[in-house]
């Protein structure tokens, strides 16, 4: 019988408590978390044993981290793994939460927004910059211009809207509802706009530019669904 295992994540900044619910059920069958993996976990075989789980995000220098694990461990958490800035703790079931109240909730996820954001916006300036000289320019830098524009918006698209999502889950904590509400808004109101470009507008790189972001929202919304439904099965079949 194999003693490892990998299950996808849905992404921490869109499906967080599915996640860590998801590792809760696993561990009653044994299945106990050892590592982060490639969009999701590994998994290793061991007791049936209910643990609950949490992820925290702070940016550590080497000689901080005995003391922040240390002061989560006096608390009962267990550090698991950590990637970059996220660490995974474990508890038992009557171990208090990490964040118990309003302001500690909005700490976590600033402490996370913060090194997003530092990568989302020099990336979202830089491909606005590229579509602008791709519409102005001509011939072989016109060319150049819009494969540089292409490639920055597979990549910049993604991490906006994942900044996006953990300040809608910042505000979640504030209870700022009116934001949140907004925040899932705005990708409704992207995809409009492409398809109004896209049928309306003349222009090539207009054109292109529209069709990929009408795939960049289209294809996330699609993974989202898939997401979804893998979480309900893996849900029944635990």
């Known amino acids: 019988m194999k003693q490892t295992k990998y299950i996808m994540s849905g992404g921490l900044a869109f499906s967080e408590e599915k996640d860590m619910e998801k590792l809760r059920r696993f561990s009653l069958k044994g299945w106990h978390v050892s590592d982060f993996k490639f969009m999701g976990y590994t998994l290793k075989k061991g007791e049936r044993s209910e643990y609950i789980y949490s992820v925290d995000y702070r940016s550590l220098n080497e000689d901080e981290e005995e003391e922040y694990f240390g002061f989560f461990s006096s608390f009962g958490w267990s550090h698991i793994a950590s990637e970059g800035n996220i660490h995974l703790f474990r508890a038992y079931p009557d171990t208090n939460p990490i964040y118990s109240d309003r302001d500690t909730s909005v700490e976590k996820y600033e402490n996370s927004a913060r090194s997003t954001k530092y990568v989302a916006i020099p ?98 919304g699609f993974i989202w669904v898939i997401m979804s439904l893998y979480h309900k099965m893996g849900a029944n079949n635990i």
């Not at 990336?123 to 001509?138: D, E, F, K, P, Y």
């Not at 409704?188 to 049928?199: D, E, K, Q, S």
């Not at 309306?200 to 292109?208: E, I, K, S, W």
């Open 123 to 220: 990336l979202v300036l830089l491909t606005v910059i590229a579509w602008i000289g791709a519409m102005v320019s001509t011939d072989v830098l016109q060319a150049l211009l819009q494969v540089i524009a292409v490639i920055l918006t597979v990549i910049a698209v993604p991490a906006a809207w994942t900044v996006t999502a953990i300040y809608s889950n910042k505000w979640k904590a504030e209870e700022k509802g009116g934001l949140v509400k907004f925040a899932k808004t705005i990708p409704i109101l992207l995809f409009f706009i492409a398809v109004f470009i896209l049928l309306l507008v003349d222009g090539d790189a207009l054109h292109m530019l529209a069709s990929i972001i009408i795939g960049a929202i289209a294809l996330p």
